[in-house]
């Protein structure tokens, strides 16, 4: 099983654009979530989401869209990219109920 | 506002040795979980805690919870180099995948 999979690895935006980070995973999880880690700061949660058709906001939702059509992907949307979205994005998912997240490798981006 | 914080933000021992990381939390929850970090890489689940638990071990990893004091503790025991890594204590309050992470701890163990 891959697990977790983000691409890209690394990006680099300019100032206006727009992309969108993929995330699946091979595991049938319910649960998908999305966090940013920056220097200091741990990882902050994005937006979550609880199976497919259903997503909320997490901690730092505002210039990020999320949607979830199938249980495998979550992917995230930067709708016109900032230099304040600089960041390394973490995709998770799990089982359901409560219990430990499987992480991808993380997508690095840089926007300038 | 982050739920936890982790202390110390970095610490440096020597192989052999043990390393003590703790964390402390705002709120009720229903578990605490510990992860690892090695540097450019993914978080690995370490062990997870539950609120009705007290102490939980797993291999070299000793994880102690107080929920009256809100706070909790991982102990490494008899570190080796393949050791460094950051550590990041997590919170889960209700359902949905939702983690509130620390800031996390630094380690470093030399040989």
């Known amino acids: 099983n891959a697990g977790v999979t983000q691409t890209p690895k690394f990006q680099v935006l300019k100032t206006g654009q727009s992309m969108t980070l993929q995330c699946a995973q091979d595991m049938n999880h319910e649960y998908m979530s999305w966090y940013r880690q920056d220097p200091g700061m741990g990882l902050r949660l994005i937006h979550y989401?609880?199976?497919?058709?259903?997503?909320d906001q997490g901690e730092v939702p505002n210039g990020y869209n999320v949607s979830r059509s199938t249980t495998e992907d979550f992917p995230l949307r930067l709708l016109s990219a900032a230099p304040s979205q600089t960041s390394v994005y973490f995709c998770?998912?799990?089982?359901?109920?409560?219990?430990?997240?499987?992480f991808g490798q993380g997508t690095r981006l840089t926007v300038v | 506002s982050q739920q936890g914080e982790e202390d110390p933000q970095a610490l440096s021992i020597q192989e052999g040795e043990n390393a003590t990381m703790n964390c402390s939390y705002k709120t009720s929850i229903n578990n605490l979980q510990w992860y690892r970090q090695n540097s450019g890489r993914g978080l690995v689940h370490l062990i997870l805690?539950?609120?009705?638990?007290r102490e939980k071990h797993s291999g070299r990893l000793r994880v102690t919870l107080d929920t009256s004091k809100k706070s909790s503790s991982l102990l490494i025991t008899a570190s080796r180099a393949a050791d460094t890594a950051s550590y990041f204590c997590a919170t889960e309050r209700n359902q949905g995948g939702k983690l509130i992470f620390g800031q996390g701890t630094e380690l470093s163990v030399k040989p």
């Open positions: 805690i539950r609120s009705n638990e």
């Open positions: 989401s609880v199976g497919a058709g259903i997503t």
């Open positions: 998770a998912s799990s089982y359901g109920g409560y219990g430990e997240a499987f």
